[in-house]
């Protein structure tokens, strides 16, 4: 257990409180004024403060160590000691971030309930953080497409360094659990990762939500710059950010410091930031929606996250592993695919992406009444685009001619199959029903020009898509 640091300017005080506390077992350490009150907690952080609020021949007073700790190291409880009469500030303190505050002349029960609460609310909180934390690092990443392992290999690089990441890709494929694995691998880990949801937060709430706030009645209420502080923040969905906050956030880069709302002094982070668009952010400049010095700011090292259709291969895997997860968080049953199913599921579109998934594995595992393996019945039998083997045309097909749509459906069917398989031509041919080297000419034929050792990448037409390496 870590030691409590006792700061009272009176000598007979501290040493009688240290006597009491060391009698019951705890270790203390002892600080007269500010300066040796900093440089001990600077040395190393207590398990505990108590703090005299009045301390003379000192450059910082009582409330400014308070600020300076719940700044630095905000997990630090601190009980004040407050003289007789007081009282205005102990509370004013408390508004600070205090846990309590005891007033002169107390006696031991007093001091000892008031300490043994504070560590065991502070014991609390920690726990909490580190169940927190495991949870986080319990949410792996999942897959082994070359898509998926090009974009893991990207992370990686980046993990130690401190520079701006923006993770770009559509809805639910996976940029947050991207921006958690770049902090649970950085050396920032142990400290805050913060999500900053910009599509759900009001734009008028944004500044105190973001900077948080300084009142009168209830003092220092920090925002979520101030609680990431020495960790990373996560702005989610930044392309969200109404413009009037995006030019304060561009401030914040650039002087590292900012002011609460309502508030004078200024305040400094030390941040890592990530953020995260499903949007084109140069076509959202070019309308003036999003501000280009902060896109050049946060575009640091831009990381794409691949939709699950550019990834069909990890179907089978990220599915099993959400069975398993589902399995260990509500004890729904440990059940397997069959072939049918996950051929539908990688054939099937998933304009939710990895979140689709996972709450099609989930919804499936709820209904099922039987714990045999998953059929393609229970999935959704997408009626609205077959109907008992008939196919119903989109728009866009039934304006061509019958060559032409037939082309581009053959195009896109087989364009699914190779995706599914991974690159792998011989794979493909065999579920298709043809030959390799006939598979071979018609994609040919189609203007899909496979290249590289397993037809990696697929050349079509003037555009390039990317199906496996
Ligand atoms: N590679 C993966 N392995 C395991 N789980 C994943 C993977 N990718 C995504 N998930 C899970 O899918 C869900 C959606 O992922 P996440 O929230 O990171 O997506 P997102 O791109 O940030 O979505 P949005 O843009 O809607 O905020 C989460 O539950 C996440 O844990």
Not at 139 to 155: D, V, Y
């Amino acid at each position: 257990m870590s030691d409590i640091l006792i700061v009272d300017d009176e000598r007979d005080i501290r040493e009688l409180v240290s006597d009491i506390l060391e009698d019951e077992g705890f270790s203390t350490r002892l600080a007269g004024n500010s300066e040796d009150c900093m440089a001990a907690i600077n040395a190393e952080p207590p398990g505990l403060l108590i703090l005299d609020i009045w301390l003379k021949d000192s450059r910082m007073d009582g409330i400014d160590i308070l600020k300076a700790v719940k700044r630095d190291n905000p997990d630090v409880p601190v009980v004040i000691i407050s003289g007789h009469g007081n009282i205005e500030i102990a509370v004013a303190a408390i508004k600070q971030g205090a846990y309590d505050f005891i007033e002169k002349p107390f006696n031991i029960d007093q001091l000892m309930v008031v300490i043994r609460r504070a560590m065991e609310t502070s014991r609390l909180r920690r726990e909490n953080a580190q169940l927190k934390r495991r949870e986080v690092s319990s949410t792996e990443m999942i897959g082994q497409s070359a898509a998926f392992r090009a974009m893991l290999n990207q992370l990686d690089k980046v993990t130690k360094s401190n520079g701006r990441v923006m993770l770009r890709g559509p809805a639910g494929s996976g940029k947050e659990i991207a921006a958690r694995y770049i902090h649970a691998n950085s050396n920032r880990s142990n400290a805050p990762f913060v999500t900053v949801n910009c599509a759900g937060v009001e734009p008028e709430r944004m500044e105190e939500v973001l900077f948080g706030r300084e009142t009168a009645d209830r003092g220092v209420e920090p925002g979520l710059l101030e609680q990431a502080h020495g960790g990373i923040i996560f702005f989610d969905e930044v392309a969200d950010m109404p413009l009037g906050t995006q030019s304060k956030i561009l401030r914040v880069l650039v002087d590292q410091q900012f002011q609460r709302v309502g508030g004078a002094d200024k305040v400094r982070v030390d941040l890592r930031v990530i953020s995260s668009t499903n949007r084109d952010l140069e076509e959202e400049i070019r309308a003036e929606r999003f501000r280009q010095e902060l896109y050049h700011r946060l575009n640091v090292v831009p990381i794409s996250v691949p939709s699950l259709e550019d990834r069909r291969e990890d179907i089978p895997v990220l599915a099993a592993h959400f069975i398993e997860s589902c399995h260990q968080s509500q004890g729904l049953p440990l059940r397997e695919i069959s072939e049918e199913a996950v051929a539908l599921m990688q054939t099937m579109p998933w304009p939710g992406n990895v979140r689709q998934l996972k709450n099609l594995v989930e919804r499936v595992l709820i209904l099922g009444d039987s714990t045999g393996p998953i059929e393609a019945r229970e999935l959704p039998s997408n009626e609205e685009k077959i109907e008992e083997g008939r196919v119903v045309l989109s728009g866009a097909l039934a304006t061509l001619p019958l060559r032409e749509a037939r082309e581009a459906f053959e195009r896109e069917y087989l364009l699914t199959q190779i995706n599914r398989f991974g690159g792998n031509i011989s794979r493909t041919a065999s579920f298709v029903g043809m030959e390799r080297s006939a598979l071979h000419r018609k994609l040919k034929s189609l203007g899909v020009v496979t290249s590289g050792k397993s037809g990696a990448r697929l050349a079509f037409a003037d555009d390039e898509v990317e199906a496996a390496e």
